[in-house]
């Protein structure tokens, strides 16, 4: 039973435009949500993250919005930049160790 | 660069077999996790390890084992290889802390199963 969900496998966004990457979950216990980016042949390499008493996040160019009644985040960037054409994947936990991962969003940033 | 290494890089077993994965944690880091990643999926909790016990496990059936050393580095073991085995396996270590902690992982190792 898939708990995370990235209903869209994949994006292609121009550059200097903004890209807004989608997820939603299952479980009302969750209270800590992340983004990782990841790169072919690399690890997935934490991005942003956002806890359940907050609604938004922000880092640089990266805004992570939480809406709980909706049980949906969304992770904007902008401006778009064609290095951050990667997966990203988002997450969730509430126990502290166990995280559950969505199935992951590829970006393509067009220059 | 995340400081986490994992060996072997790629690896190919038949049914049946056994096999040990390996992780190397970022000095100080007490905790590491084991994922898998099949095609197309997202990464999915296997196990928890801090100070060499385990902290917590995923859905995942008893022949997926792990060991966590002092010196940081962690093993993952699974008997009985099958065929969905097949996939990436990732380690993610963190230094435990009060609240969330960040999580760095290592490459991964992609494990086949023929």
């Known amino acids: 039973d898939q708990q995370v969900k990235q209903n869209s496998p994949s994006l292609s966004v121009q550059e200097g435009r903004i890209s807004i990457l989608n997820c939603d979950y299952t479980?009302?216990?969750?209270?800590?949500f992340l983004w990782y980016k990841k790169y072919p042949a690399e690890g997935p390499t934490f991005l942003i993250s956002i806890s359940s008493i907050k609604d938004k996040n922000e880092d640089g160019r990266f805004t992570v919005f939480l809406n709980k009644s909706a049980k949906h985040l969304s992770l904007h960037i902008v401006p778009s930049q064609p290095g951050d054409s990667a997966v990203y994947f988002c997450?969730?936990?509430?126990?502290?160790?166990?995280?559950?991962f969505g199935t992951g969003t590829s970006l393509t940033v067009i220059p | 660069e995340t400081g986490v290494t994992q060996s072997p890089t790629h690896l190919i077993k038949t049914r049946g077999q056994q096999v040990t994965l390996r992780c190397s944690s970022q000095?100080?880091?007490?905790?590491v996790s084991w994922y898998q990643q099949a095609l197309g999926q997202g990464p999915q909790f296997i196990f928890q390890y801090y100070r060499e016990e385990e902290n917590g496990r995923g859905n995942f059936p008893p022949r997926f084992s792990g060991l966590q050393f002092p010196n940081y580095s962690s093993e993952l073991n699974v008997n009985a290889l099958e065929l969905d085995d097949s996939a990436l396996y990732l380690c993610?270590?963190?230094?435990?802390?009060?609240?969330?902690?960040?999580?760095?992982f290592g490459p991964g190792t992609r494990l086949t199963v023929l």
């Open positions: 997450a969730a936990s509430f126990t502290g160790n166990q995280f559950y």
């Open positions: 993610a270590s963190e230094k435990s802390g009060r609240g969330y902690n960040e999580q760095f």
């Open positions: 479980n009302s216990m969750f209270d800590y």
């Open positions: 000095s100080g880091h007490n905790t």
